[in-house]
Nanobody, 124 residues
Framework: QVQLVESGGGLVQAGGSLRLSCAASGLTFSSYGMGWFRQAPGKEREFVATIAGSSGITFYADSVKGRFTISRDNAKNTVYLQMNSLKPDDTAVYYC?????????????????WGQGTQVTVSS
């Protein structure tokens, strides 16, 4: 049974930093592309960042480029999202997801498994 468990969310002031973690189990982690998505209140879930399984190539939404960094530790079956210079607009529930694909990782339909989410709140 595949499980993705996010952690690291919380309340932070604007300009601050948080690091989210997503621990995966039940899958061959290094073979999966991993992504982070977020959903703000009253809005649809949107893409944040992704990292391919085989190549480690990363891709970011324009809204977070230069502020967020996605990384993975295949030995620990964990993907991270380092979030710096946080803004109130970054407030959302953040979800990690795993994809057996190596392309189209910006799109939610590419993902096979999802975590339950972790809340990030950025105060002004």
């Amino acid at each position: 049974q595949v499980q993705l468990v996010e952690s690291g969310g919380g309340l932070v002031q604007a300009g601050g930093s948080l690091r989210l973690s997503c621990a995966a189990s039940g899958l061959t982690f290094s073979s999966y592309g991993m992504g982070w998505f977020r959903q703000a209140p009253g809005k649809e879930r949107e893409f944040v960042a992704t990292i391919a399984g085989s190549s480690g190539i990363t891709f970011y939404a324009d809204s977070v480029k230069g502020r967020f960094t996605i990384s993975r530790d295949n030995a620990k079956n964990t993907v991270y999202l380092q979030m710096n210079s946080l803004k109130p607009d970054d407030t959302a529930v953040y979800y990690c997801a795993a994809s057996a694909r190596n392309n189209g990782l910006r799109f939610q339909y590419a993902y096979n498994y999802w975590g339950q989410g972790t809340q990030v709140t950025v105060s002004s």
